[in-house]
């Protein structure tokens, strides 16, 4: 990419953020004109993912598939996090995980999958044994026994919520473009991932994939949702440009190999410390390639 054309993408982004944020505000004569665009801006917007560019097999000369997690704990992963309270803040402000939930169940996200591999699709009734938990209460029980309708105080209900999520696995292919001659990656899948339901209010509850989703399938629905910017809040990311464009921190946690695309922790057990820095040995070789195809 020439710099004309990186020219023309920054710029492109950034003028169609402004579009979206704090729409109208200083122009609104009623608070609820804040956050609806005008007639003018609307047909001024050219509103849509940023499209990859098409890359033909025999253009990649070394290509590896990873996976990573995206842990929440870190404050340079805070904007797919929060806000996890909406109670008190504008519509368009969403987590990463109620902009994925509310598009599946609106199906504008129309597939989900079980696994990174994207074998076999599910349904939300299929992963509702993973979001929701419903317990019942020794009265409940007595009033079944009883013969009688259980009363709903007796009911406890347990629902995953956005604040339960405490990582974001996903799935890309770092590629060396030999017509561009430069290292790329392309994101594949993303996962919420959260405690287990049934288990969730233990101390410390094993963490699983809720669902894969196919990241290009949510591209558009993760264009229209904005995360906030705290540098600067009148220029919103979209989801979908914090992933493409990597603006989190992430740490592998598997990569495709010859033993089943096992993951680190299956070779490297019991020890954080060795497995981070095995993760950075298999960075550093990604981005060796790279480096030793201008070294002579």
Request: net charge negative; charged share 30%; hydrophobic share 35%.
């Amino acid at each position: 990419m020439n710099l004309r054309s990186f020219l023309l993408t920054v710029t492109t982004v950034f003028a169609v953020s402004s579009i979206y944020a704090q729409a109208n505000i200083l122009n609104a004569k009623s608070p609820e004109e804040i956050g609806v665009r005008t007639e003018e801006q609307k047909a001024v917007d050219n509103d849509k993912p940023l499209e990859y560019g098409y890359v033909d097999d025999r253009d990649i000369l070394f290509s590896k598939m990873t996976w990573e997690k995206i842990v929440l704990d870190e404050r340079s992963n805070f904007p797919l996090y929060y806000p996890t309270d909406t109670n008190n803040i504008g519509n368009d402000r969403r987590s990463l995980y109620d902009v994925l939930m509310k598009s599946i169940k609106k199906g504008k996200i129309e597939n989900i999958y079980d696994d990174s591999y994207f074998t076999t699709k599910r349904t939300l009734k299929d992963i509702e044994a993973a979001l929701v938990r419903i317990d019942t209460t020794e009265f409940g029980i007595e009033q079944w026994n009883a013969g009688e309708p259980i009363s709903p105080e007796y009911i406890n209900r347990r629902d995953i919520t956005a604040a339960d999520i405490k990582e974001y696995h996903i799935k890309g292919l770092w590629y060396f473009d030999k017509r561009q001659a430069e290292m790329k990656y392309r994101l594949l899948g993303i996962a919420p991932v959260a405690p287990d339901v049934n288990f969730i209010d233990d101390a410390e509850p094993d963490l699983v994939p809720l669902f894969w989703i196919f990241f290009p399938d949510a591209r558009t629905v993760l264009h229209e949702a904005k995360s906030f910017n705290n540098e600067n809040s009148s220029i919103p990311f979209s989801f979908d440009h914090v992933l493409n464009s990597r603006r989190f921190h992430g740490y592998i946690y598997k990569e495709e190999n010859v033993h089943g695309d096992r993951e680190i922790k299956e070779y490297v057990s019991e020890n954080a410390l060795m497995q981070l820095l095995e993760s950075e040995r298999i960075k550093d070789k990604i981005r060796d390639f790279e480096l030793d195809m201008w070294t002579y």
